[in-house]
């Protein structure tokens, strides 16, 4: 029996479920298809990818099951909306994930294996075809999870943005539901960073000067208030992710997302400690030093924190180094005139 999830094989039959994640086990990987009937079923693009079913949605596009007719292997195909398709700009930041692809060849990023364009003029890319579930269904499902399950994941997670930063790109959206974990037969869970739609590239933003892009409740201060970002803007989102995977909440939440914002920018993150009592401290550190506000508080470098996740698991010699606390207090200065307006408003936004 197989987890149509994680991929785990058991020979007890005796097992109807999963004891890792839960999941029905089925008899073989095909009873499982990880798609839904779709209209688009037998459409054929670019005379070579035949479509089998639907796979899911977001904002600008939709992401099918397909079969690669040269090589008879499934893949997934993400479609950009036919309402986007003539708009220039988002274009551009659709396909800014082939670029991605083109610079990385890292284990733990998705592969980006082709792309085309349909006969109404969307374009669409041709990634790895993942089967398992992302970080965000898995912590909606078990909340929090334990620290020999989340240091492995940080571990694979920084390491891919340590390479994608190395490149010139910054994600800009780091979540656990763009962190897709993949588990062969018998090996650990993989995790493979995905959407690098937001990221910013070396060779320039498509976006509009002062537009927010990203997701709030994983946002950092600078990010938020449209000042310039860099590779520790993602260094802070790993610190909210982090944060939720062991806490099983945000540093910060509210039904209100400005609330939200004024809370990255001017409360200080709680403790995990006094959320998960008899954590390792020296993780709680970590965690700590990449929620600074300032973020020449923080790690200067995601390859930096990596090396100290390295150190906690044992895999390189040496305490934690962290990160000085350079400035003092460690309060949010925007750089941008529209970004101290910003704070103002966002500080009398909290009791």
């Not at 070396?202 to 976006?207: A, E, F, L, M, Y």
């Not at 806490?247 to 509210?254: E, N, R, Y």
């Not at 993780?283 to 506000?293: F, G, I, S």
């Not at 934690?320 to 910003?342: C, K, T």
């Amino acid at each position: 029996m197989i987890c149509p999830r994680c991929h785990r094989g058991y020979a007890d039959r005796s097992y109807a479920f999963c004891p890792d994640d839960g999941a029905r086990l089925v008899q073989s990987l095909s009873a499982a298809q990880p798609a839904q009937p779709t209209r688009q079923f037998g459409a054929v693009l670019e005379d070579r990818y035949v479509i089998q079913g639907f796979i899911g949605a977001g904002g600008m596009s939709r992401v099918y099951l397909a079969v690669d007719s040269h090589t008879k292997e499934q893949v997934a195909v993400k479609i950009l909306n036919r309402n986007f398709a003539a708009d220039r700009t988002q274009r551009e930041r659709f396909l800014r994930e082939l670029e991605v692809a083109a610079e990385l060849g890292h284990p733990n990023i998705i592969r980006v294996l082709d792309a085309g364009e349909r006969k109404d003029g969307s374009p669409f890319i041709v990634l790895e075809l993942l089967t398992g579930e992302s970080l965000g269904a898995l912590l909606r499902r078990e909340v929090a999870v334990s620290e020999a399950v989340a240091l492995p994941l940080i571990r694979q997670a920084a390491s891919a943005l340590a390479a994608a930063h190395a490149a010139g790109i910054v994600h800009r959206d780091v979540k656990p539901d763009n962190m897709f974990l993949v588990r062969s037969s018998s090996g650990p869970r993989v995790l493979k960073m995905m959407d690098f739609g937001f990221a910013k590239v070396r060779s320039g933003p498509v976006t509009a000067a002062g537009l927010v892009l990203g997701t709030v409740p994983y946002m950092a201060p600078e990010q938020a208030l449209a000042d310039p970002v860099d590779g520790r803007t993602d260094v802070y989102a790993l610190g909210v992710t982090m944060f939720r995977m062991l806490a099983g909440q945000l540093p910060f939440s509210s039904p209100d997302d400005v609330v939200v914002v004024a809370q990255h920018a001017c409360a200080p993150a709680p403790r995990l400690s006094a959320i998960r009592p008899g954590i390792d401290r020296r993780l709680e550190a970590l965690v700590a030093t990449a929620l600074r506000k300032l973020p020449g508080n923080r790690f200067d470098s995601m390859q930096s924190l990596l090396e100290d996740v390295e150190r906690i698991l044992g895999a390189r010699h040496g305490a934690p180094i962290g990160a000085p606390l350079r400035r003092s207090p460690d309060v949010y200065e925007p750089v941008n005139p529209a970004a101290r307006e910003a704070l103002k408003f966002l500080r009398r936004q909290l009791p």
